[in-house]
């Protein structure tokens, strides 16, 4: 289950959305966080940010048809990326400071559970969710 939609702009304080993210890099899937913040797209694994960039700075976005809404290409900065939103077989889960994270700075939204995403239907539906906000 996603964390809660919250009304999105350029100058509200808290999180938009955030989910759980796998960033694929071939035979490795490296767990994270995606989130939409203020008008910045960003995605956090455990090495550090992978990209924090204003929604106009990001260069291509794009929800391939293969991954049934369940992922998305990121260019920024001339870098590509790409992102799963359901745990591929055998990845690991995003650490547990990182979905903290996210509660934290969501103190504007009443939330009962942490951020999970565990099945690829509960992926696709993030991902829907993510289309919608991005306008992809």
Known sequence: MATPLTPASPTHLAPSYATPAW???????????LSLYAGRLRLVTAEGVVFDAPLGAVE????????????????????RHRVT????????????????AGSR??????????????TVLEG????????????A
């Open 60 to 79: 291509r976005l794009a929800f391939p048809w293969y991954q049934g809404s369940g992922g998305l290409r990121v260019t920024v900065g001339g870098r």
């Open 85 to 100: 939103l359901s745990r591929p077989k055998g990845a690991a889960f995003p650490a547990a400071r990182l979905l903290d």
């Open 124 to 135: 696709r539906g993030a991902g829907r969710v993510w289309r919608t906000l991005l306008d």
């Open 23 to 33: 960033l694929l890099r071939g035979l490795t899937n490296e767990p994270g966080v």
């Open 105 to 118: 700075a969501d103190a504007g939204t009443d939330r009962a559970a942490p951020v999970t995403v565990h």
